[in-house]
């Protein structure tokens, strides 16, 4: 596709319940990320996937959070038994190999806003 | 630990005028690479600059350009003739070479006022 393509984009879920949100990155792009954006701070980094491989997960806050890229295009990042705090905008990327830099930078999709009630 | 302050909450700036955008950073890391994003209310972090540790040479793309300074660990956002469309939260984010994380500053709200 032309973007990075999330969904939904808005979420409500009451506390306890289980959401999974889509990430459907760029064509052709290896590198994908899962970011967290609470109200008011900037992105923090959750998980990093070099095609269907998960390299890095130290950002996920626990064990509630899991991702999955399976065939290493669309991943999804579930939220187990939702608390308050995980009310977030969760923003997915895709580069086109490897860790960010000059020449593979994030392309960003317009993130999911999740309400837990 | 990496650390990426953006000491300026908010900002406002006259249609036309010059701003710039402060950020500082901390980093032990000798590679790395420096980017400025801008996120509208649409939500997406869209790339608006990027600059590679090891080049001296500042970093443009049209009416944006930087400040880099290694030395002092500082990466300013220069926009140049602001337009209404340049309203937005704008973050600095930094990169080591060997690191799969991006780390983000807090982010400046920017205003361009008629």
């Known amino acids: 596709g032309a973007g990075v393509s999330q969904s939904p984009r808005y979420k409500v879920a009451k506390r306890g319940q289980d959401v999974a949100l889509r990430c459907d990155p760029i064509s052709g792009h290896v590198s994908l990320f899962w970011y967290q954006q609470a109200l008011g701070q900037g992105p923090e980094f959750l998980t990093y996937f070099q095609n269907e491989a998960q390299l890095d997960k130290s950002g996920l806050p626990s064990d509630r959070f899991f991702a999955e890229r399976p065939e290493g295009s669309v991943s999804t990042l579930k939220i187990q038994r939702t608390q308050q705090e995980d009310s977030a905008v969760y923003l997915c990327?895709?580069?086109?190999?490897?860790?960010?830099?000059?020449?593979?930078?994030?392309?960003f999709g317009n993130g999911t806003r999740l309400t837990v009630t | 630990a990496q650390t990426v302050t953006q000491s300026q909450p908010e900002m406002s700036v006259q249609e036309a005028e010059t701003v710039t955008l402060s950020c500082t950073y901390d980093?032990?890391?000798?590679?790395?690479?420096l980017f400025w994003y801008k996120q509208p209310p649409s939500r997406q972090m869209i790339l608006v600059i990027r600059?590679?540790?090891?080049?001296?040479q500042n970093a443009t793309e049209n009416r944006f350009s930087v400040n880099f300074q290694k030395a002092a660990k500082s990466f300013s956002l220069k926009i140049s003739d602001s337009q209404l469309g340049d309203t937005a939260m704008y973050f600095c984010?930094?990169?080591?070479?060997?690191?799969?994380?991006?780390?983000f500053g807090k982010g400046t709200s920017l205003l361009v006022t008629p």
């Open positions: 990327a895709s580069s086109l190999q490897g860790a960010p830099s000059y020449n593979s930078p994030l392309h």
């Open positions: 600059q590679e540790a090891y080049k001296q």
């Open positions: 984010a930094l990169t080591k070479n060997s690191g799969y994380a991006l780390n």
């Open positions: 980093t032990s890391e000798n590679n790395y690479y």
